[in-house]
């Protein structure tokens, strides 16, 4: 099972970046997937989740009207788009995968992880 993060960089505040989560070594469809961050010195917290069809996203207050989850599953792959970006946004981001219940942004729901990719927002 893999769960591979990538597009982090530095960024500007209000600028964009578009991270991705590339998956293998499971069935894809079957599963919910979620971005998680964990900034230094917090915990990690949930930032937005898509159920298996794609149908159904869920975002952190913080990120809502910013971030955009999208999924295809023909490429085992999931997408976060992050714009109007903030200093509070920056943080390790990882995907992981939910085998059972609803789509959720609690950590304990999920069941593989992937390495992160940082992101930073500074000027």
């Known amino acids: 099972v893999q769960l591979q993060a990538s597009g982090g960089g530095l960024v500007q505040p209000g600028g964009s970046l578009r991270l991705s989560c590339a998956a293998s070594?499971?069935?894809?469809?079957?599963?919910?997937i979620g971005w998680f961050r964990q900034a230094p010195g917090r915990e990690r917290e949930g930032v937005s989740c898509?159920?298996?069809?794609?149908?159904?996203?869920y975002y952190l207050d913080s990120v809502k009207g910013r971030f955009t989850i999208s999924r295809d599953n023909a490429k085992k792959s999931v997408y976060l788009q992050m714009d109007s970006l903030k200093p509070e946004d920056t943080a390790i981001y990882y995907c992981?995968?939910?085998?059972?219940?609803?789509?959720?942004?609690?950590?304990?729901?999920?069941?593989?992880w992937g390495q992160g990719t940082e992101v930073t927002v500074s000027s």
């Open positions: 992981a995968a939910q085998r059972d219940g609803d789509c959720s942004l609690h950590q304990a729901w999920y069941n593989y």
């Open positions: 070594g499971f069935i894809f469809g079957y599963y919910n």
């Open positions: 898509v159920s298996r069809s794609g149908g159904n996203s």
